[in-house]
């Protein structure tokens, strides 16, 4: 009996985006998370690129899983990474370049990210690639949810407005969708700042936590 596509890849959707969320559950690759997501852009950005990196690591790693010697897996699966990370960082200081100077150190960081190394040896080196690719692509679109709410969480609170760098993105077109919900409002620079990255964070567990225990009551 054929099972559905969605069925097969159920639990990874799940886990990816839920249950074990890499920012929420494993509390993996804070640094950036916490560092650069004072807008949702910014956010969305480094989103994109650490899921891009995810995505393409994962399926390279599942397909050279049998060929990798168990004594040097760690190595190999660094320089794939960084090999990925080399070219996206490349496309955005090609294509997207004021937004590449804003995210700036964040994005060759990527290579260290915790969660692209765990994937890649919890899962991706025991999984074929199919899976390895879901999963992958489950996990980098619950990093980069986590990133555009905080984003935007740290966005209305410290600035009053939504998507407000829209067009380092998206082309200056996109600076129509540039929405100022407060008028004269001052800011709270509190938001902006490091700390309130860990509160918006701290309240978006807490905020999780509180789902799964009344899904379970």
């Known amino acids: 009996m054929t099972i559905p596509f969605f069925n097969r890849y159920q639990s990874l959707f799940r886990e990816g985006l839920w249950t074990n969320n890499q920012a929420l559950v494993a509390l993996l690759g804070l640094c950036p998370l916490l560092a650069v997501t004072n807008n949702a852009i910014n956010g969305l950005g480094l989103g994109i690129a650490t899921g891009l990196t995810l995505l393409a690591s994962s399926t390279a790693i599942s397909l050279i899983r049998h060929l990798v010697p168990a004594e040097i897996r760690i190595p190999v699966f660094v320089i794939i990474i960084a090999s990925i990370v ?23 960081l990527i290579v260290t990210n915790c969660a692209i190394l765990g994937r890649a040896e919890a899962f991706a080196s025991k999984n074929p690639v199919d899976y390895a690719f879901f999963d992958a692509l489950f996990m980098g679109l619950g990093f980069t949810f986590v990133l555009v709410v905080l984003g935007l969480m740290r966005e209305i609170i410290g600035q009053g407005t939504l998507f407000s760098q829209a067009h380092l993105m998206f082309g200056e077109s996109a600076r ?8 004269d409002y001052n800011g709270t620079l509190l938001a902006i700042l490091p700390p309130g990255a860990f509160i918006g964070l701290g309240l978006l567990i807490a905020g999780k936590n509180y789902l799964d225990q009344r899904n379970q009551s």
Do not use: C, V, W
């Not at 590449?100 to 060759?108: A, E, S, T, V, W």
């Not at 129509?176 to 008028?183: E, G, Q, R, S, V």
């Open 86 to 108: 080399t070219i996206i960082e490349l496309l955005m200081h090609a294509f997207f370049y004021e937004l590449y100077k804003i995210l700036g150190i964040f994005i060759p």
């Open 176 to 183: 129509a969708i540039n929405i100022t919900l407060f008028d």
